[in-house]
Structure formats: structure tokens, C-alpha cells
Nanobody, 121 residues
């Protein structure tokens, strides 16, 4: 089970940190990803991390602004979002999959509920 939280309302240029807590099974061999879906748009990949060694990959739209990390002891994956823009407004989801560098939602098997991030201009 994956549970995402930490969304909220923030002004443009601000920061927010999302958390995704894994429970009920081990995800240590998985790749963890963050996706987002804005109103009327398809869900898109944001960032991914290999739980075992912490290797990361990002969508070009967030590279340099967002940082994905994990805390093994807390079974938690984080998404630190800095320099937020109104176009970052979306429902953010965390997910677990088996393949490195997976960027399509169908490549992920386990999903948490979304958390809404709203960036005001």
C-alpha cells in the first residue's frame, strides 16, 4: 500500500515536500515514481528513484527544481518541489514499478491515492 500526502496551496516560487509512505509489503526491489495529473490532461511522469541504490531520473519539465529521495528506515519516498510554477498545479501520485527509467503509468503496478498541489500566481 502506498499513501501520498503533503499537498497544499503555495504561491509561485515557493516550495512543498510530498511524502509517500509504503506499507503492507516490501518495495525494496522496486522503482518508485511520482506522477501528476492536471485537470483535463493526461497523467504524466515527474520523477523516479530506485529504492535499492537511490538512483534517480526526472522529467525535463522539473529537472533542477524537484528532487526525489527516499528514507529506507521510514519506508518513505519524498518529492521536494522548489521554484514552483502555476503549471505545476496537479494531483500528484506515487507509484511502484519494476523497471528502471519507467516513465509510463502502465509500467507501474502499485499506486497511492493522489494529493493535490495548487500553485497560485
Amino acid at each position: 500500500q502506498l499513501q501520498a500526502y503533503g499537498g497544499g496551496l503555495v504561491q509561485a516560487g515557493g516550495s512543498l515536500r510530498l511524502s509517500c509512505v509504503a506499507s503492507g509489503r516490501t518495495f525494496s526491489n522496486y522503482v518508485m515514481g511520482w506522477f501528476r495529473q492536471a485537470p483535463g490532461q493526461e497523467r504524466e511522469f515527474v520523477a523516479g528513484i530506485k529504492w535499492s541504490d537511490g538512483m534517480t531520473y526526472y522529467a525535463d519539465s522539473v529537472k533542477g527544481r524537484f528532487t526525489i529521495s527516499r528514507d529506507n528506515a521510514k519506508s518513505t519516498v519524498y518529492l521536494q518541489m522548489n521554484s514552483l510554477k502555476p503549471e505545476d498545479t496537479a494531483v500528484y501520485y506515487c507509484a511502484a514499478g519494476n523497471s528502471w527509467n519507467s516513465r509510463r503509468d502502465y509500467e507501474y503496478d502499485h499506486w497511492g491515492q493522489g494529493t493535490l498541489v495548487t500553485v497560485s500566481s
